[in-house]
């Protein structure tokens, strides 16, 4: 049963020390029946305060970490809905490879996942992990492909097999890589179970219903191993839909332990032009309902496109914008005399605003002020981009002894502030840009290069 705020106060040291971050023990233990904080943040708690809330305190959704230096985080979630606070932790995306391909496929597989990267407003985005299936009957063949995709790309592995012997000598050739042994059912649980604790890995676990699994992951947490993934037992896109959406709810609402791990799903695809659409359809819904790991059939860069920036979409917290530092950014190769612009620090009109000027042909420089992330119109109506956060931003960093120039352009929308902007930086002549970014192209010409 959940601990109410004041029956976890009263386990706490009462000093009000502030050093949890809470101004009083009370408002901190608020925070951890919220689940929002951590007992670790208390530096005096007491031995029976981390015995009792231990386990209270933990997140509902168990944290995993994946890779040699666990960097790979999947889980800890604790909300059904973004909007309610945040996702954390978002969909880990693997390719998967048989060790029936032959050598030039598996080959240039592995190349393709090394060396791919989508940029997205900023962010630099690539694959997570690979997935390595034992289809054919050489179980040699097998280890050797797992071990030589560690090697080469150096990435968290899903080794999967219903062959417990395979799995446990590919598991012994990728120690340290911390990597997932799927999937483990009743029969074969004590043999994987031994083996993922002797080499670190984490055990995917599924069943023949979900009756079963609950009672399989019961016993393998009151064995003592508890770094466990779900393989839900599904049929169909609908029924997987279904049973996870259940069991994220009655892990976050109940409490309940026994369903209270990230999900693995295994993408099943004839890797053929009229598939692609099917597999993304599941992959798509992987990403919003809940996936913890997703494993593709094959590597498909157009594909992978949407389905990266679908999921940077879902995992952004709604309650903070995606920002670009605030700085002068170079747009091309600016000289000292080049076009200097002004924009704010939210990465999607940043991105907007430099594409037009590299577009239009010509190399400039952006000074982007602190916004808070927000977009020109907000941040201009919450005060946070006028003309005297501009001209103080402009003297922070300079701007003065940085270009030689002294016309500043601002976006057309705020207009208005012009006349302050000229009195916070004396000696500067402000010119009006157009409202929209997509009209810079031709106002650069008509106004700029005439």
Known sequence: MALTGLQIQKLLPKTNC?????????AFAMKLAAKKADLSECPYASDEAKQVLGAASEPPVKLIELGPEQALKLGAETVLYRHEKTFVHQTALAININDTDSEEKIEQTLKDISSYVLERVGEFIRL???SI???GSDTAAFVAIARKAWETVKRPLILRSSNPQALIEAAIAVKGSRSVIASANPQTADLLCACAKENNHVLAVTA?????????TAKLKSDGFNDLVLELPSQSLSQRFQLRSLARRTALKDNYKPLGYPFISFIEGSQIDDDLFDTTF?????????????????????????????????YTDPQKPIQVEPKLYAIGEPKPDSPVFVTTNFSLTYFIVSG?????????????PECEGMSVLTAWAAGKFSGATIGKFAKDIQLDSLVTTRKINIPGYVAQISGELEESM????????PQDASDLESYIKARILK
């Open 18 to 26: 502030k050093e949890c971050g809470s101004n009083t023990c009370l």
């Open 133 to 135: 299936t034992n289809k």
């Open 208 to 216: 023949s219903d979900m009756d079963e699994l609950v009672q399989f």
């Open 426 to 433: 004396p000696g500067w002549s402000v010119m009006v840009g």
């Open 356 to 368: 037009e000027i590299e577009n239009s042909g010509i190399s400039a420089w952006l000074l982007v």
């Open 128 to 130: 997570d992990m690979v």
């Open 282 to 314: 599941d992959a798509v819904t992987e990403i919003c309902k809940y996936g913890g790991i997703c494993v593709l059939p094959s590597f498909e860069p157009a594909q992978l496109a949407p389905l990266m920036t679908l999921r940077l979409n879902i």
